[in-house]
């Protein structure tokens, strides 16, 4: 049984199928890419994935169980986090605060216990400091440690970027959807997202999904790559075989007359 | 910078010895407050407490969660005409009964918060005026409430009533200690809860729902929770407001109090408790005492009565007060949209780096 696999998935806006039967297996611990020209249905598919659309056709399976129909937020109790393609953070909270906003639903305090919360040895108060050390980790991974009490809106566009892949962290997903990561970095910090991701893999034993439009990136850390063109799927197979793919360079190039 | 040894001293209700210092100077001061001033203006800080209740509350669902509320004086209103009735019908000892209807504000807040759903913004903000209005004319009509001729309050009794176990509490300034117990116990429980996960929840919500929903965050539970939450911190401050004033009608709860206490919380600054305890403070001062005398301000006064004998109202002042506070929310949201916590903030800053 495939550890996370989607069937047959479609969706139509209006007159317009704008992601239309595609199919992939993701082997458990693996990166799997996708990757096509602008308006292919890429981000539709992470929207699907993730429960903001509901999707006309197909399932959505994650170790047996079928996420369609869900809400975003039952989604993300499953096991499935994302990043947005353009950011979106807590603005207004700090870098902390977002990342324990990513521990939500690993706590419990609720009203009572969070009004209550008396002194060090109280229920509430020893949570938040057990959920607090997790999220120290995620801070010194990725090495957020300057910015970890400033607000999110005085940060740098990189630095935004990280405190999105942290806070996704921070839910200890089964699967991680990244939706175009290094959008806007410069290649110092496209080297180093590359090595984070490496190592996201490694050490928190996540299968992670990936948008992504750097090649270089996408061809040396992928496992296996899904190329779409207008909703539809052209190939779906190991890097080396996509890039030979006569119809992914007629999408990203062009045909020759 | 102050090193920190422990992740709790991250979340500790004072930030530093300096912090708690203040408070306990403050609340101090607060407790021994009645030694020092008359009688009337105890009466002041009763309402001002009360304001400051409800300003906290009403900020938890604004400024935190980002929803807007015009229908406040309703829930205010529940407050008050529950806790009276159920002493007055139901005999309950006053803690029980200002629980009680804090509770049932509080269902109508998560009512009002099913709507809230799916509305947002000018919309949002008309479905609430909506029902603040239908409370005051509902209550207006209806006998038990006491129709438009308005309700007077029995004896404050702590304990069980017209029995051996009775506790009556009389004067402004026993009242004073009673609402001083309950105000600090609520703002401090407001403070806490925003720090710990329902706070963080809330303010995602507020800056991003979609981004919230996929980190799990549940927005139907916790938009009406914020929603039930705010209407029982106004439903409490209705209960106390009721003893405080000993007679109101429906008319005390009209749609511009729900407007005042909105320019509270834009004032003091939106999404954080001080700010709320601020705006509520300077508020009510400027309309139960400064905007009241405000015939007798030195050369000023005269001519701001036949300024608004001319065009505001033939009665003279009754209407500045609403333009003055207009006035004061308009500066504030062109000048500091943080509103009186921001100025704050910045001057801690400045004396921080003093003389830098």
Known sequence: MAHFKVENLGISFGGIRAVDNVSFEVKKNSIFSIIGPNGSGKTTIFNMISGIYKPDSGRVVLEGEDMVGLRPDMIARKGIARTFQNIQLFGNATVMDNLMLGRHIHMKT?????????????????????????????????????????????????????????????????????????????????????????????????TILLIEHDMNMVMGISDRILAINQGVEIIEDVPSEVQKHPDVIAAYLGEEE | MDMK????????LFSSGTVLFWS??????????????????IYLFNIIMVHVILAVGLNILVGYTGQISLGHAGFFAIGAYGTALLMIHLHLPFLMALIIAGLISAFFGFIIGLPALRLEGPYLAIATLGFGLTIMHIIGHWDIFGGRMG????????????????????????????????????????????????????????????????????????????????????????????????????????????????????????GSILGAVMGATLITYLQFDLLKNVEELPYMG????????????????????????????????????????????????YWKTWPF
């Open chain 2, 302 to 349: 005269e001519i701001l009565v036949q300024f608004s004998r001319k065009w505001l109202t033939v009665i003279g002042l009754a209407n500045f007060g609403s333009v003055a506070l207009g006035l004061i929310m308009l500066g504030i949201v062109i000048f500091e949209p943080l509103g009186m916590f921001g100025i704050w903030i910045r001057m801690k800053k």
């Open chain 2, 24 to 41: 306990v100077a403050f609340l101090v001061f607060l407790f021994t407050l009645p030694l020092y001033i008359p009688s009337y203006n």
């Open chain 2, 151 to 270: 309700i007077s309050t029995p004896p404050l009794d702590l304990g069980l009533q017209n029995s051996p176990y009775s506790f009556v509490i009389e004067g402004d300034v026993k009242i004073y200690y009673l609402i001083l117990v309950i105000t600090v116990l609520m703002v401090v429980c407001a403070r806490n809860l925003m720090r710990t996960r329902v706070g963080r929840a809330f303010v995602a919500i507020r800056d991003d729902d979609i981004a919230a929903e996929v980190m799990g965050v549940n927005l139907t539970i916790f938009k009406t929770m914020s929603f039930a939450l705010s209407a029982f911190y106004a439903g409490v401050a209705g209960g106390l407001y009721g003893f405080v004033v000993s007679f109101f009608d429906p008319f005390t709860f009209n749609l511009i109090l729900s407007i005042v206490f909105l320019v509270m919380v834009v004032v003091g600054g939106l």
């Open chain 1, 110 to 206: 609720g009203i009572i216990g969070g009004a209550f919360m008396w002194g060090k040895w109280s229920g509430t108060a020893r949570e938040e400091v057990k959920n607090r050390e997790i999220v120290e980790h995620i801070v010194d991974f990725l090495e957020l440690q300057s910015v970890r009490d400033q607000f999110v809106s005085s940060l740098p566009y990189g630095k935004r970027k990280l405190v999105e892949l942290g806070r996704a962290l921070a839910l200890e997903p089964k699967v991680l959807l990244l939706d175009e990561p290094s959008a806007g970095m410069n290649t110092e910090e496209k080297d180093d997202l590359r090595i984070w991701i490496k190592d996201i893999q490694e050490d928190y034993q996540v």
């Open chain 2, 5 to 12: 040894r422990d992740y709790y001293e991250d979340i500790e």
